[in-house]
């Protein structure tokens, strides 16, 4: 027992909040992305022209806890993007005759949101061992265009693809304050993919590589590498520059991976053959499990405290999906918003 005359609870309590404060770190940021471009019917008739809009939200936390060798890192990144633009249609009246419509259409461009996180223990000042989970899916309905957006042509939703990517192995953080780049090797890493959707999966001919249509999900074993670095630059952090590179390999499934067919053409020849014979699983040829690899970069440009530009690149391959490397590339211009309970923690 503490005796009443001796304790003090405003102390007690401030002292608590130091203690908190000095082991969790929160930073979260938003903003809102857009453009307009509108013209009228004179305008349009002789020059030519498209009125427009542009719309995209994003969201980002990140909270870090620390006690002594121990460290929690999770962090949440969302964005959903919206545009709208006229386009022709066919219609009919109420006698059944065709005519040609223009109307403007929503239709989704960003739609992704990510959960990551990181429990780890220190080793030394450099140098740690821990796990990362990482989990990825959109948010609504995606379609496969402005003009075909009802039930059969949905290619994607909520867990419709969604994948989970957990990895164990140790963490290497450069202690230079100039190059803060974090690199994690996990040699056991395992990498999810779900399809829950029924009529995405079988009917609409998404599977996103599960090959099987009667399951939702396809489990890989193997070993993954993810670097990031995210540096800010100029007296008031009028730069910032964000990239991720992970990528995985399932060597440990490509090892007992079935009827497998190295060479690109066999495979052609002998899914072909598959077909015509039935499509019998047990005897379905597979092309060998080819690593994945997923780069984002991020380009901040920070005008004023609530006006910044943004340069976003991705690119992505996975074989499972598509035999093309897939790219992107999005150059927005919006207000947005930056929140640290106390300045970022050194590396």
Do not use: C
């Amino acid at each position: 027992s503490v005796d009443v005359d001796y304790f003090s609870l405003a102390r007690y309590k401030a002292e608590r909040a130091a203690i908190r404060k000095e082991r969790n770190y929160l930073e979260f940021s938003g903003g809102i992305q857009g453009s307009l471009t509108s013209y009228n019917d004179p305008w349009i008739s002789v020059s030519g022209g498209d009125n427009s809009i542009a719309l995209t939200a994003v969201f980002g936390l990140r909270h870090l806890f620390t006690k002594n060798l121990f460290t929690l890192e999770t962090k949440f990144n969302a964005k959903l993007g919206y545009n709208r633009m006229k386009v022709e249609t066919t219609q009919k009246d109420d006698e059944g005759n065709e005519y040609t419509d223009s109307e403007g259409i929503w239709f989704k461009n960003q739609d992704e949101f990510v959960i990551s996180v990181a429990p780890s223990f220190k080793m030394s000042d450099n140098w740690s061992y821990g796990s990362i989970l990482n989990f990825r899916s959109q948010f609504v309905n995606g379609y496969k265009s402005r003009t075909e957006q009802k039930e059969e042509h949905l290619k994607s939703k909520f867990m419709t693809p969604g994948y989970l990517d957990i990895s164990l192995g140790i963490t290497y953080k450069s202690p230079k304050a100039k190059f803060p780049i974090v690199v994690n090797i996990s040699p056991i890493a395992l990498n999810a993919t779900f399809a829950e959707n029924e009529l995405i999966r079988k009917t609409n001919g998404f599977n996103y590589g599960i090959e099987d249509p009667d399951k939702t999900s396809k489990y890989e074993g193997g070993s993954s590498i993810q670097i990031d670095f995210d540096r800010k630059f100029g007296n008031r952090d009028v730069l910032r520059y964000r990239t991720t590179f992970f990528s995985f390999y399932g060597w440990i499934s490509n090892l007992g991976q079935k009827n497998k067919i190295a060479k690109f053409s066999d495979y052609i020849a002998a899914y072909d053959k598959w077909e015509a014979d039935g499509k019998d699983q047990e005897t379905k040829p597979t092309l060998p499990i080819h690593p994945t690899v997923r780069w984002e970069n991020t380009l901040d440009i920070k005008a004023t405290k609530y006006l910044t530009t943004s340069i976003y690149f991705q690119l992505y391959y996975n074989r499972a999906q598509s035999y093309a490397v897939q790219t992107q590339a999005i150059l927005s211009v919006g207000l947005s918003y930056t929140f640290q309970n106390k300045p970022k923690p050194k590396k």
